[in-house]
Structure formats: structure tokens, C-alpha cells
């Protein structure tokens, strides 16, 4: 298996720009989870999808975020308008969901916003 | 709510020797699970170890085992015969057995190998 895969590995853009990113969880996983990396906060969870379903977006920054999983071999996430605020790393983690599993990372998107 | 923390924020240890690196919790939960994950240079978190808090035994990966003290709310991780390519952010997290999701993430423990 490829593991998750996030495109692009990098993402360079100008402040009120469109963003998306992009995952491709590990096949037969239900759960999909996106995150943020900064130094200042850490690993902060944003949303959570389950059988492509989204169960908790409470972690969701603000209304210029948004994110989907139209199937459950694809997700985005999207940011509208990007602010510089929002440089980050930005992770898709997927799981089996059964009891006691782990989350199976992607190599991040790192996000600059200038 | 449930908290992971991660007291050192950097550790450095000579290439061959034994590292062990601290991870304390606060859960009022009894059922939940521990692990440990690897972030090196490129950035990919990466499974280290996994604990499942109604096993009494420590688990083990070749070099990697873990010293779970149930009571005193201590998962440290144990890293023996240290090599270069272990050198990475280390994060300690949390996850309730009643949850399938929320991890709970430590800040992270930066290890140094020292050739």
C-alpha cells in the first residue's frame, strides 16, 4: 500500500488566494482525519471524517475553511481567502476506525502564505 | 478533559547508548490507549510503539519499549542501542477507548543522536 498521499508536498501563495489540498487516505480505512502543525499550537485536529461523513469540525479554524470527501478514496481541504496566519503544516491522517488502531499520517502539505 | 505532557523538550544521547524519554497523562478514564509517534526531518509522522491501558505488560518494538505505570499516569519511552537515524521530534498521545478519533498530542520531545 502507498499509504496516505497529500498533494502537493508544498504550497506557496500570496495572502487572499484560493488553497486546496489534497489526500488520498490508505484504501479500506473509514476514518480520515486532517490536521495542522505550528510551532506555537502543535498537532491540532481541524476535522474529522468517518465513512466520508463529517463527524467533528469543531477544530475548524474559521468560516474560510472548509472541508470535503466527496468519496472515501479523496478529501480536500480548502482555504478561501488564505491568510499568512495560516502558514502551517497541514497533515491527512487516515484509520480503520476499529478499536485501538492508529492513524496512518501522509508527509504533510507545508503551507506558506506571504 | 484528558492532557498529555511532554516535560523535555529536547534530549541528546551518545549514538549506541539508551535513551528514555518522559510522557506523563491525566485521564479520568480507565480504558484508553497510549502511543508514541516519530516526526523526523522530512516531517512524516511515523507509529513508534503502541500501549493499551488494560495490558499490564510494556510493549515492545526491537529497540523501542515503553515503562507504562498505569497508576501514576506515566508512559516513558525507551529507546536502547540509539542510532542516527532515530534522531527526530518524538510526540507522546492519548486516545480514549470510547473515541475512535481524538488524539490527544503532547509537545514533543526533540531527540538528538550524538556520533
Known amino acids: 500500500d502507498a499509504g496516505v498521499i497529500q498533494s502537493p508536498r508544498h504550497e506557496v501563495t500570496e495572502m487572499g488566494q484560493e488553497v486546496t489540498l489534497r489526500c488520498k487516505p490508505i484504501?479500506?480505512?473509514?476514518?480520515l482525519f486532517w490536521y495542522r502543525q505550528t510551532m506555537m499550537r502543535g498537532l491540532e485536529l481541524l476535522i474529522y471524517f468517518n465513512n466520508n461523513v463529517p463527524i467533528d469540525d469543531s477544530g475548524m479554524p474559521e468560516d474560510r475553511f472548509s472541508a470535503k470527501m466527496p468519496n472515501a478514496s479523496f478529501s480536500t481541504l480548502k482555504i478561501q481567502p488564505s491568510e499568512p496566519r495560516d502558514s502551517a503544516v497541514y497533515f491527512c491522517?487516515?484509520?480503520?476506525?476499529?478499536?485501538?488502531?492508529?492513524?496512518?499520517f501522509g508527509q504533510g502539505t507545508r503551507l506558506t502564505v506571504v | 478533559a484528558q492532557t498529555v505532557t511532554q516535560s523535555q523538550p529536547e534530549m541528546s544521547v551518545q549514538e549506541a547508548e539508551t535513551v528514555t524519554l518522559s510522557c506523563t497523562y491525566d485521564?479520568?478514564?480507565?480504558?484508553?490507549?497510549l502511543f508514541w509517534y516519530k516526526q523526523p526531518p522530512s516531517r512524516q509522522m511515523i507509529l513508534v510503539i503502541r500501549q493499551e491501558a488494560y495490558k499490564q505488560q510494556n510493549a515492545t518494538e526491537n529497540r523501542f519499549s515503553v515503562n507504562f505505570q498505569k497508576a501514576a499516569k506515566s508512559f516513558s519511552l525507551k529507546i536502547s542501542d540509539s542510532q542516527l537515524g532515530d534522531a527526530a521530534m518524538y510526540f507522546c498521545a492519548y486516545r480514549s477507548a470510547g473515541s475512535n478519533y481524538q488524539l490527544i498530542w503532547g509537545a514533543g520531545t526533540k531527540l538528538i543522536i550524538k556520533p
Open positions: 484504501s479500506g480505512h473509514n476514518s
Open positions: 491522517a487516515s484509520s480503520n476506525g476499529a478499536r485501538g488502531t492508529e492513524a496512518f
Open positions: 485521564t479520568s478514564e480507565s480504558d484508553y490507549y
